[in-house]
């Protein structure tokens, strides 16, 4: 496996989904309370054909542009803890986004703040970004506090979708953002 098609961390192993992962995902992807703020409302998959549709779309998108959201497995027991990676802003770009979603068992311990924090240096550094954007409910606390342990910083309100978001973004040449 080359250096480029896996991230490790202290505790993670990052590492491109593959159609085995379908159960792991889904049971994330279904599960209300992770995925209340992910998107513009009723975001989780209502079934597992939802769920497949979701991990082909990722598997596309690797494809397409060599990255994606990516497996976080736990790096010594390799069991799926959530995913974790970059986008195309809204699967739509030109923006390049980061996002990620971690199991309700896994929450608090730092999991989201160690794969933000890789996949941010991933991008800037090694696939060259010159900008990453994210964005959060405003209600959702925890994921700001992620963003900026990432050395993301807040920009503003942004209409995401329809839906008022706090955007945030991190910039390779750290020029600071307009609060």
Known sequence: MDELSQLETERLVLRPPSVADL???HEIWADR?????????????????????????????????GFS?????????????GDCGLVEFAFRGPEVELAYRFGKAYWGRGYATEAATAWTGRGLHELGL?????????ENEASQRVLEKAGFRYEGPHLYEGVRMRQFRVRRNGRPVRA
Request: charged share 30%; hydrophobic share 40%; aromatic share 4%.
């Open 23 to 25: 159960g792991p995902l």
């Open 33 to 65: 309370d992770v995925m209340r703020y992910v998107g513009v409302g009723n975001a989780h998959a209502k079934d597992v054909d939802e769920s497949e549709r979701r991990l082909a779309r990722l598997l596309v998108h690797q494809e397409k542009h």
């Open 69 to 81: 959201l990516w497996v976080a497995a736990d790096r010594e027991t390799g069991t799926v803890l």
């Open 130 to 138: 010159e900008t990453i954007v994210a964005v959060t409910h405003p």
